[in-house]
């Protein structure tokens, strides 16, 4: 007789008080953050998403990239193809950024700062880190080094999580893309 194999603890066992405590209070952080965030971009006429995007553009450029192909950066953003292309559209609007088919393959968008954009974020980056210093200011230096080793840790969980694509099925048991959890074996079944 075959039985199935057993579970992956990590995968599969019902969360504990503890965690599902700690779930709420990291989604309660992540909205209060953007609460936080949302009126200081508001002040240089940006939203959060918007942000991002200049910020990763600005990044690429400081790495020696002129540009990003959208693909690319909705990859960096961890956001949807529509979602990205909504954001560098309204950006585009605003001057803040160019959109430009790739010289390989014209169905490739590259996108990149224009001299605007380059402005703004350097506007935003003169004050960036005092309203960083504000947000982070009730952990001290050894509670923030902690909570970025924590964060990476579950970052990188859920970073596997995604590309196995794994989902709940609501009963607590995870799910790959076909529906099988972790340790079902057609044999048993």
Known sequence: MHTAAAPTPLLMCEPSPSAEVAFRALVRTLGLLKRVMEPYFARFGLSGAQWSVLRTLSREEEAGRRSLRLTDLGNRLIVRPPSVSGLVDRLHRMGLVRRAASSDDQRVKQVSLTAAGRKLVARVLQEHPR??????????????????????????????????????????????????????????N
């Open 131 to 188: 309203q960083i210093g504000s947000v982070m200011s009730e952990l001290d230096r050894a509670e923030q080094q902690q909570l970025e080793q924590l964060l990476a840790k579950l970052t990188a969980h859920l970073e596997t999580l995604a590309g196995r694509g794994h989902g709940t099925d609501g009963n607590g048991s995870v799910r790959k893309a076909d529906g099988k959890a972790d340790g079902d074996d057609e044999t048993t």
